[in-house]
């Protein structure tokens, strides 16, 4: 089926400011988005009120306003403009609900605009806690048993008939607020009061606590006639009890046993046919008992999320853009696989490679805050780390962090109290995943750390064999380490500084050896097939091998650094900068080349630079690929503090 003729001119509506729950992911979808739709050549008119973002750009939309997201901004923008439809999946829990007031409003009804990508009834079905829990039950979908509270003393009555433990979850919220867990019963009635207000309209789901259990979310794009596909499956490294958008996730999934996936594949499907008939995204998320593998839904958000834009960036996949293609009314077989060209985007994809996501916080920047992880997310930003195997992947995540440290251990900066350690892996703050690894090291009991941390032994034992790997070289040294061992590390992703401090001696002693034993990075393409067809977008990632994928060419080019993850007092701003900078640097006819490892930026979108290294912002990862690329120059000044620190390096190294 043809796109929809009717609609030639659509609305987007944006995110607002960036706040713990909604970032610059939602930035990333919109511009993507309106992308999409002016290829077909609609007139897209933007709505946000942030000036920070790209989306608010002239090059992004046709019409952009600098309005506050409310009503009377979107009608004033109704009076002056033609708009044929509203596309409010692109922007968050702030556009849905801003949709859904202007739908009850009667703003859509009287100014004949038509909304797309989603229907209100999705919208009302997922975020009503009640609505939610009723509608999965009806379609034979287990969840948790608990009821809804709008009231202090209905809530007490929940509670007396469930038990302890707890979870309270409020309606209508970002990025969890409000809710949490609640193990003893003296501590309910601040918990209940806490729920209901950060809801907007009082109401709260009191469960029971299913905290411990394994965590797993699935993305999928449905299209008008009920096609529908997985994008990709996430499965969250830390268990039930911390919210997804703090916990690290991996992607794909690592112990899922494949008859268990295809039972949440199934089950995801029939719960987005079930909260309405729409063409859009969705992303569901599931828990799995570690003992028994019963499934259980915990919600399904019917827009684009910040996992959305993580599935896009581990796969290829642009999500966004074509949701919003199926907006308007393509169906999926209809539409070009952007990474290979030549195939549908009717497919799912296939990694060949592995994909960790570690959270980004800023403690530091509130002294007294409660550091605790739990069901409240409190991460500004995160990072992306892509390697051949879990372990890399997970040491160029950490890599990436910015925190003062060269990867996963290997720095000098384990702690060695076992006190300290015990109740960091009870209760779980922002350096868990550190005190893991000090854990292993200090030698405390593999079941101990399992019994405390209910983290799957799978990941538990990865990171212990990091810790083996270490103590296998501690009695070689620069001279005497044999190829193996350093090849092996450096397949584990470990830096060259990390190296260097396990065997006494410096980072450049360490890169000069590995040239001497040709243990050299390649460059591997997502490609989101697996290689199975020819792809044709350069994006890029790193790793240790033998076939190099990236090709440099013969063209005058031009480096770009990015910021790397968003923080306090550098975000989303400098973002903008780095496309600004792309985009400048194509006009006068260089090759741009962009190197960054956050995942919700548009400048790691597959289409904004001539190639893509989605790398950390890390000087053994920067020099060799310009020592691949020997680029004319790198900008450093776009990317925040992050790309400056840097410059000294580069004008050491010519």
């Not at 703090?246 to 992607?251: F, G, L, R």
């Not at 497919?347 to 980004?360: G, H, M, N, Q, T």
């Not at 892509?386 to 003062?404: D, H, P, T, V």
């Amino acid at each position: 089926m043809p796109r929809d003729k009717s609609i030639n001119s659509v609305l987007i509506i944006g995110s607002g400011p960036i706040i713990i729950g909604q970032a610059c992911e939602f930035d990333y979808s919109g511009s993507q988005a309106s992308r999409s739709l002016r290829e077909e050549g609609i007139e897209v008119t933007l709505i946000n009120s942030n000036p920070a973002t790209i989306m608010t750009d002239s090059v992004t939309a046709d019409n952009i306003f600098l309005l506050p997201l409310e009503k009377k901004s979107i009608e004033h923008i109704l009076s002056i403009h033609k708009i044929d439809a509203v596309l409010p999946t692109m922007g968050g829990q702030t556009a849905l609900n801003l949709a859904i007031e202007c739908e009850e409003a009667g703003i859509w009804e009287k100014y004949d605009v038509k909304m797309i990508g989603v229907n209100t009834d999705a919208i009302n079905t997922t975020e009503d806690r009640e609505k939610f829990r009723l509608k999965m039950k009806s379609i034979d979908i287990n969840v948790c048993e608990g009821e809804v509270a709008t009231s202090f003393l209905r809530g007490k009555e929940i509670a007396q008939k469930i038990g302890f433990p707890l979870v309270i979850r409020p309606s209508f919220t970002l990025g969890g607020s409000g809710g949490g867990f609640v193990e003893k019963e003296e501590d309910f009635d601040h918990a209940l009061n806490n729920g209901l207000k950060f809801s907007p309209v009082h109401e709260v789901l009191v469960e029971k606590s299913i905290l411990g259990w394994k965590e797993f979310e699935l993305e999928l794009l449905r299209d008008n006639i009920g096609n529908v596909i997985i994008i990709c499956s996430i499965e969250n490294f830390d268990a039930m009890g911390i919210h997804t958008g703090d916990s690290i996730t991996v992607a794909p999934a690592m112990t899922l046993p494949d008859t268990v996936y295809q039972e949440m594949r199934n089950l995801a499907i029939k719960m987005m046919n079930g909260i309405g008939h729409f063409a859009g995204g969705c992303n569901v998320q599931f828990a799995i008992d570690p003992d028994t593998d019963e499934l259980i839904a915990i919600e399904i958000n019917p827009r684009v999320s910040r996992s959305s834009a993580l599935a896009s960036k581990a796969t290829g996949y642009p999500i966004a853009k074509i949701a919003a293609k199926l907006a308007i009314g393509y169906n999926l077989d209809e539409l070009d696989n952007q990474i290979t060209k030549n195939t549908s985007a009717f497919f799912e994809p296939a990694l060949d490679y592995v994909v960790v996501k570690i959270p980004r916080w800023n403690f530091d920047k509130f002294v007294g805050s409660d550091r605790r992880l739990g069901l409240q997310m409190k991460a500004v930003g995160e990072v992306m780390g892509i390697g051949s195997n879990f372990q890399e992947a997970l040491q160029k995540a950490c890599q990436s962090l910015e925190i003062k440290r060269n990867g996963l251990g290997a720095d000098g900066r384990e702690i060695i109290d076992q006190n300290t350690l015990l109740n960091s892996l009870k209760y779980p703050s922002w350096n868990r995943l550190f005190h893991i690894y000090d854990s292993f090291k200090l030698g405390l009991p593999f079941n101990t750390i399992q019994d405390i941390t209910k983290i799957d032994k799978w990941f538990l034992y990865q990171i212990q064999e990091l810790v083996m790997i270490e103590k296998n070289i501690e009695n070689f040294d620069i001279e005497t380490i044999p190829k193996s061992n350093l090849k092996l590390l450096k397949e584990k992703g470990y830096a060259d500084r990390q190296i260097a401090h396990l065997l006494n001696c410096l980072e450049s002693e360490v890169f000069e050896k590995r040239q001497e034993l040709k243990i050299k990075r390649v460059f591997k393409l997502v490609d989101t097939c697996a290689a199975e067809f020819e792809a044709v977008t350069p994006y890029y990632y790193s790793t240790f091998g033998d076939e190099n994928e990236s090709k440099p060419s013969n063209k005058k080019k031009v480096l770009v650094l990015g910021s790397g993850p968003n923080r306090i007092g550098q975000g989303i701003e400098f973002d903008y900068c780095c496309v600004h900078g792309v985009l400048a640097a194509k006009e006068c006819g260089y090759e741009t080349i962009m190197i960054n490892c956050n995942p919700e930026t548009v400048s790691t979108d597959f289409d904004v630079a001539d190639k893509l290294y989605f790398e950390p912002v890390f000087w053994e990862h920067i020099y060799e690929i310009i020592l691949h690329e020997k680029p004319e120059g790198v900008i450093v000044q776009l990317g925040g503090q992050t790309a400056l620190k840097l410059s000294h390096k580069l004008d050491k190294y010519g």
